[in-house]
């Protein structure tokens, strides 16, 4: 072959890369080593053959390998061409020459962005991105390239084939629009037929091997399940397969098994009926089945248009909490899941890469978009996204850097997310707060600029005290007891400060309704109930109390014995198995009663008193002189810090509260409005 020229995609050209496409029919090999090479041409969309779109990760971005290819300019014939492409691309291109020649995967033309997108041209590029929906959509398939056989991969994928088959032959197809990715109400359904049971509790003890002895966790550390655009393309196409070395198993059989661990850790009387001696302890599922779980739904919810997600539900979902998803060019973030919402077209963003757009500009347009948007539910949405918002989402620690500086990276509003990989979740589930009380829409104010986001509300009271901040995960850390008993002893000392106040009497209704704001008011009076096939949360009770009362004294007797606690944290870390198992079957416990998991949801998050004695939770970096304000659309307060300098009535979003007293409306209606001008 000659390949002394380099490809020039001039030679084979999109005069409209807003309907056209190319394509790259790849030639097969007689083994692996064979050199790469193949015929690449364009086609409309509308007209293209059948194909397959392939969805893996660029890795390193150097091209340092070839693929000789000739080009429709002659007709197929002629002298070939090289075309560059980066070490991933080269081994997922080999491998998958065998799969076809193995008739695992059809052979059919291939769309590869790498090579069938001029990469060096953004206006191309900008134009492909906005026709990646149909790209994906209209191919006969799709195959999620994870990469070479390592770490016991065949052996995962032999399993998901095995119970995903037996799911299918016993239980029935899961995916289909009457289930919508339910195993459970198939389980439900199937459950007492022959054979059923036992099937379960086989799959109930692979599931957990898989997990306990790192197969599943080394597998699902693989790059594919960390990048944003991988999960657009894994959604769009009804028939999409999983490649792992040689290995093929269709998405729907991984699907049931993550579906069914996740059955495994909603559902108490399903985990009952199945738990043997081989599956000891449930909480080791937690992580890992489930996280791939919120991808499938994904999927379910692109795959039937009446169950379609908004853009800002994904951006929530796949960058808040415990999900890590990351893109190379930020913007493409929101770029990135275009194809997936289905309000996109109604927010009119349009992909842009042009070098005089940045990132900022980006961001700052989808979250006025989102806010703009003329929401269709009667649920308050509008100011949903606040919640996000960059300043809200910078820990403590970072935020006297992160204020100090230019940030000339990004250079955010303080009310605009930046849908980094450390954000956290609103600490609000679904319970019933209404702080806004009648005031359920978004009360918008017009501004000199797109950066100031200009809203209507009240102010509650200003903040004069604060307490600890609510520790992290306190499991594992050698002086956990101590900083969850000190934590609460803050709240204790802002509690008798609240007593000590005129007003508290207008606030609590009976002196055993402020001194039930102890454990109230850390877990922002709601906690999160599994055990019935979801989780969900629940406005706190009285009943809540007896739990607390359990769980500070698990902590206080440790933090009394604070040897012991070290010793059972050493043995825990160096593996001592029944030390694990005791742990695990703790994290068991605490998960089934709900108030650790609300705490969780706290996290970062600091006490606070404010001059009339609300007290209340804000974010950790708030500081005595900011305000707790409720704004109209919402259903929960914010902090925010006046900023003088910068005007009247100018204000820093410092981030999400909770305030107890006024969540149900209470001040609404008496209140004075106000224009708050976040920037």
């Known amino acids: 072959m000659l390949t002394d020229n380099l490809f020039s995609y001039d030679s084979v050209r999109l005069f409209d890369p807003s309907n056209e496409i190319r394509l790259l029919d790849l030639h097969p090999g007689s083994s692996y080593t064979d050199d790469l090479s193949g015929y690449i041409y364009t086609v409309p969309i509308s007209q293209a053959p059948s194909y397959i779109a392939l969805s893996y990760v660029w890795g390193d971005s150097t091209r340092t390998h070839e693929i000789s290819v000739v080009n429709e300019v002659n007709d197929g014939r002629g002298a070939f061409v090289t075309l560059l492409l980066t070490t991933s691309l080269d081994t997922c291109l080999r491998h998958l020459r065998t799969l076809q ?41 799709v195959v999620v390239w994870l990469g070479p056989a390592a770490d016991g991969s065949d052996k995962l994928m032999d399993a998901f084939a095995e119970i995903g088959q037996g799911f299918l032959d016993k239980l029935g197809d899961h995916t289909t629009e009457e289930y919508l990715l339910s195993v459970r109400r198939l389980i439900e359904k199937n459950i007492e037929r022959p054979g059923v049971v036992a099937f379960l ?29 991988t999960i657009q393309e894994f959604c769009l196409c009804a028939d999409t397969v999983f490649a792992c070395g040689y290995k093929v198993v269709p998405e729907k059989f991984v699907s049931a098994v993550t579906d069914f661990a996740n059955c495994v850790v909603m559902d108490r009387c399903l985990r009952e009926r199945l738990e043997t001696p081989d599956t000891p302890t449930y909480c080791i599922l937690v992580s890992g089945y489930l996280k791939l779980h919120l991808l499938f739904q994904r999927r379910v919810h692109c795959q039937y248009p009446n169950a379609k997600e908004t853009l800002e539900h994904l951006l929530v979902e796949l960058f808040a909490g415990s999900t890590r998803f990351y893109a190379t060019n930020q913007r493409d973030k929101v770029y990135g899941l275009l ?8 927010l009119g963003i349009r992909p842009d890469y042009s ?25 308050v949405r509008g100011l949903y996204i ?133 454990w ?20 706190a009770d009285s009943n809540l109390e007896s739990v607390y009362r359990k769980f500070i004294a698990y902590y206080e ?89 910068k005007g009247d009535k100018m204000y820093l979003l410092m981030g999400e509260a909770y305030c107890d007293g006024i969540m149900d409306g209470e001040l609404a209606d008496t209140a004075e409005r106000e224009e708050f001008y976040l920037i």
Not at 202 to 221: P, S
Not at 355 to 377: D, E, G, H, L, Y
Not at 449 to 470: N, Q
Not at 480 to 502: A, C, M, Y
């Open 386 to 518: 606040l919640r996000y918002g960059s300043l809200g989402q910078q820990r403590s620690a970072q935020l006297g850097k992160v204020m100090g500086s230019t940030k000339k990276e990004m250079e955010l509003p303080s009310w605009v997310p930046e849908w980094h990989n450390e954000m956290d979740k609103t600490y609000v589930g679904i319970t019933s707060f209404s702080a806004c009380g009648k005031f359920k829409t978004a009360d918008l104010v017009p501004t000199s600029s797109p950066t100031i986001l200009g809203v209507r509300g009240f102010c509650v009271d200003t903040i004069v005290d604060l307490g600890e901040l609510t520790p992290a995960d306190h499991l594992g850390t050698r002086d956990g007891p101590k900083k969850i008993v000190g934590f609460f002893n803050s709240v204790k000392r802002l509690l008798n400060l609240s007593k000590q106040t005129g007003y508290a009497q207008n606030i609590y209704a009976s002196i055993t309704h402020h001194d039930a704001a102890l």
């Open 201 to 229: 509790r086989h799959a109930y003890k692979v599931i957990y091997v898989l997990k306990r002895d790192g197969y599943f966790t080394r597998w699902e550390k693989r790059s594919w399940f960390t990048r944003v655009w």
């Open 355 to 379: 070098p005089s757009t940045t990132n900022a500009q980006v961001f700052t347009q989808a979250a006025r978009a989102i806010i703009q948007k003329k929401w269709k539910t009667q649920r």
């Open 557 to 645: 007797d440790y933090a009394n014995r604070e040897g012991d606690w070290k010793e059972y944290i050493a043995a825990y870390k160096t593996g001592d198995k029944q030390v694990s198992l005791a742990t695990e079957m703790h994290m068991d416990e605490l998960l089934a009663e709900g108030y650790y998991m609300a705490l969780r949801y706290m996290e970062g998050k600091r006490p606070y008193l404010t001059h009339n004695g609300y007290l209340g939770m804000g974010p950790g970096h708030s500081q005595p002189g900011d305000k707790v304000v409720v704004f109209h659309g919402d259903t929960i307060p914010y902090v925010v810090r006046p900023v003088p300098e």
């Open 339 to 346: 194809g997936l919402a289905g309000d996109a077209d109604e």
């Open 520 to 539: 109230r008011v850390p877990i922002g009076d709601q906690y999160i109930m599994f055990g019935d096939g979801h989780q969900r949360a629940k406005r």
């Open 101 to 141: 020649r193995q008739w695992q995967i059809e052979s059919l033309p291939l769309w590869i962005d790498q090579l069938c997108i001029n990469q060096e041209d953004d206006e191309e590029k900008s134009s492909q991105v906005l026709l990646m929906k149909d790209i994906y959509s209209s191919a006969r398939q």
